[in-house]
Every structure is written in structure tokens, then in C-alpha cells.
């Protein structure tokens, strides 16, 4: 394994061998009884990652982006009202994808590396009748987390369905659907959840699902349309199969072993791992004097973080001095400033050796840029941080 990098992306991440030898078992047949078990395993398991025993999952054959476009497929009509909070790219894309469902989609963009203040929420939803809101928990563009708290309050207080995109936050950061009033959380499973990238994860509380029930209008999507997919879940949950579209046999399988190491791990465990690991990055970072997209210290996401270049130092230069150390990042995507800051995912199974290594890299590769870098500073600082706030778990 000497040559292989450790990838540090956000997304797809760093996967476990037992995932990985689960996805290269040979394919049952998807009527299989073992296979069914697996399945039935498979979203009871999603119920308490995700914390919402009332909820319904979907496990669909996808991305990220299909788990988008799924609720607004099903919770939305032509006449719908729809509010998007954005903090990112990822906001701006959901604003895109609801276009094509409704007309009425308004946006209420954070600045670069902020976040919408939750009075100004307030403010948009006492002016009009909104049918649905959609928030990023944590934006990948930008590195910044939302507290989906308060607004998940205030969609409950006005009676608008709150989507929120945990596609870079579920089994990662801390997230509670079912008490934090969230009526649908989605992912993909190559991120925290740890799965290689082919999967949508969508969860829908009984609110949303009570909503979809009573549409006027047939869900103008074949494909995403839950009349479709809700009979298929409940068959495998109940224990027998049913078609509408082939399951990832594979995927689902792979999850199902994801989903147990996750919930071994214990949530609470998972959560702290992933702040002290997130912390401990940020202060390395900020040992380096890199600056970070999120404008405040408490919206910086623990899954991710986003540092701009040097002055000086370009990302053509930088990443692949990383890469030649041993460490693959990624490299910017906001489009204001994509060339000006790159990105380090450290989710999923992301542990304090795999923030050192990746600290020291940067360092040699800052270095080689003609950075002048006190030898381990960032480690020293990063260390810190782990010795503090977690001592028994440390390196
Ligand atoms: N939402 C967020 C927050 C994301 O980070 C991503 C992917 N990086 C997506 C949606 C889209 O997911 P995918 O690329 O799997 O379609």
C-alpha cells in the first residue's frame, strides 16, 4: 500500500476494507432472500443514523444531485412557492433544480462564506405562503455548516416543509431529523456515509410524505416519483421484494456493512470524532497563516475545510506538490473565487493520523512553493487540539 495516496477530497472519501469487500461480493439476485435481509437491514439502519425513528428512507440508485431532485419531484407543484437558503454552490444548484418544478422559487444567498441570518428567514416567510425551504447543512463550496436547528423551529412554526442537503453532513456532523423538526434529510453515500459514490439516501418524515399523498398534480418525474419507490421500500422492509427499478445489489449490500460500522462507532462518538478531527485540522491551518473561506470560526464545517492559497502560490503549483507528498485535495469550486482557495475533506472514516500526515504534506508542499513554514508547526498546533479535546482517543 506504499504507493497509495490517501485521498482527502470531500467526497468520495477514504473507504473501509469490509465496505469495499462487501461491494466486491458476487451479485445476488435482487428477489434473493440473504439479499432481501440485507435491504430490510439497510434502511431500518438509516433510520437511526439519521436519528428520525418516523421517518421513511428511499435508497435509490444515484448521487447526491438525484437525492435533490427527489424531493423537489414529489413535495412540489407548478403553483408552489419555494424558498432556498443558500450558502454555496450547492444552494445555487438546488435553486436550479426546483426552477424546473415551480416558477416561484425566491433565494436568499449568505455572503461568501457566511451564512442567512435566521431573522431574515423569518422576515421571507411572514411575507408570503411558502410550500417548502431547502438549506445546505454544510455547503462543499464553501466549507461553511448551517445550524438547520432554528430553521427546522420556524418551517414547523409557519407550516413549510424543510428539506435540508446533509449530502456533506450525515453521519458526520452532529444531526438529529426527527427532533430537530427536519421533514426530509438527504445524502449520497460517498461521503461520511462511507459508501463508494452510486447511491441517493433520502429520508422523509411524515409530514412530507402526508404532503406528497395530498399533490393535485401527478409528480412530473418517472423516475423520482415515490409512488414508485414507496411500495419497494415497504416490500423490503416487510420482507419480500418488489421491482420497480433494478436495486444496486452491490451498493445496498455495502451499505448495510457501512451502516453497522457507523452505528458500532456509536453517533454521539462519530460526531465528536468528526469535530475534534475538523478542529484540529482548522488550527493547523491556522498555524500556516492560511485564511478560511467561512468568514466565523463557529460555521466552519468539521467534515471539511477550505483554506485560500498563499499569496503567491497558485493551486496549478500547490496540489500537485501535495499530490507528489502523498496526499490527493481538491482543488476550489465556489466560482467567485475557485482559483483563489482549494479544499480537504476529513469524513467518514477520517481518523487524527490521517490529519497529521496530511498537515505534513501540505507543509512540504508549501515549502516546495517557496513558503517559508517552521517544520511541524501545523502538526504542533493539531496535536494540541487533539491532545485537549479528546486525550484517551489520540493518535
Ligand atoms: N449537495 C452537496 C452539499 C454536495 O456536496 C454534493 C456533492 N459534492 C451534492 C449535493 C451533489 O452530489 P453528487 O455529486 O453526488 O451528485
Given amino acids: 500500500m506504499k504507493e497509495r495516496p490517501l485521498l482527502m477530497i470531500p467526497g468520495p472519501v477514504e473507504f473501509e476494507p469490509s465496505v469495499l469487500s462487501a461491494l466486491g461480493q458476487p451479485t445476488q439476485s435482487h428477489i434473493d432472500p440473504q439479499f432481501i435481509g440485507v435491504f430490510e437491514g439497510a434502511i431500518k439502519k438509516m433510520r437511526e443514523v439519521w436519528h428520525s425513528p418516523s421517518g421513511q428512507p428511499f435508497i435509490v440508485p444515484g448521487t447526491g444531485t438525484l437525492a435533490m431532485e427527489i424531493p423537489a419531484a414529489n413535495l412540489v407543484e407548478p403553483e408552489d412557492r419555494v424558498l432556498v437558503v443558500s450558502t454555496g454552490y450547492f444552494g445555487d444548484r438546488y435553486a436550479d433544480i426546483l426552477s424546473r418544478y415551480t416558477n416561484k422559487v425566491t ?172 478542529k484540529a485540522f482548522q488550527a493547523g491551518l491556522e498555524a500556516l497563516g492560511l485564511k478560511q473561506v467561512p468568514l466565523n470560526k463557529k460555521d466552519r464545517a468539521f467534515t471539511l475545510s477550505a483554506p485560500y492559497y498563499p499569496a503567491g502560490v497558485t493551486g496549478d503549483r500547490l496540489l500537485p506538490q501535495i499530490r507528489r507528498a502523498g496526499v490527493v485535495f481538491a482543488g476550489g469550486l465556489h466560482p467567485e473565487i475557485k482559483k483563489n482557495y482549494f479544499r480537504i475533506g476529513h469524513m467518514g472514516s477520517t481518523c487524527f493520523r490521517d490529519v497529521l500526515a496530511s498537515l505534513g504534506a501540505l507543509e512540504a508542499a508549501l515549502r516546495d512553493c517557496g513558503v517559508s513554514v517552521n517544520p511541524g508547526v501545523s502538526l504542533t498546533a493539531a496535536q494540541s487540539v487533539i491532545v485537549s479535546e479528546n486525550s484517551e482517543t489520540a493518535v
Fill in 107 to 278: 433565494v436568499l444567498s449568505a455572503p461568501l462564506g457566511g451564512i442567512v441570518e435566521t431573522a431574515h428567514i423569518e422576515a421571507e416567510l411572514k411575507k408570503s405562503e411558502y410550500r417548502l425551504m431547502t438549506i445546505t447543512h454544510v455547503d462543499t463550496s464553501t466549507g461553511v455548516r448551517v445550524d438547520p436547528r432554528p430553521i427546522g423551529k420556524l418551517g414547523h412554526k409557519y407550516g413549510v416543509l424543510t428539506v435540508l442537503d446533509g449530502v456533506c453532513s450525515v453521519a458526520g456532523e452532529e444531526l438529529k431529523q426527527d427532533a430537530w423538526e427536519l421533514d426530509v434529510v438527504f445524502t449520497a453515500s460517498q461521503k461520511a456515509v462511507g459508501v463508494p459514490p452510486g447511491l441517493a439516501l433520502v429520508l422523509a418524515g411524515p409530514r412530507a410524505v402526508n404532503r406528497w399523498r395530498k399533490r393535485k398534480s401527478r409528480v412530473p418525474n418517472y423516475y423520482c416519483d415515490w409512488n414508485q419507490w414507496l411500495p419497494v421500500m415497504e416490500a423490503y422492509e416487510a420482507g419480500t421484494p418488489a421491482y420497480f427499478a433494478t436495486p444496486a445489489v452491490n451498493h445496498v449490500r455495502a451499505l448495510d456493512v457501512s451502516l453497522d460500522n457507523i452505528l458500532k462507532e456509536g453517533m454521539e462518538e462519530r460526531f465528536q470524532r468528526h469535530r475534534v478531527v475538523g
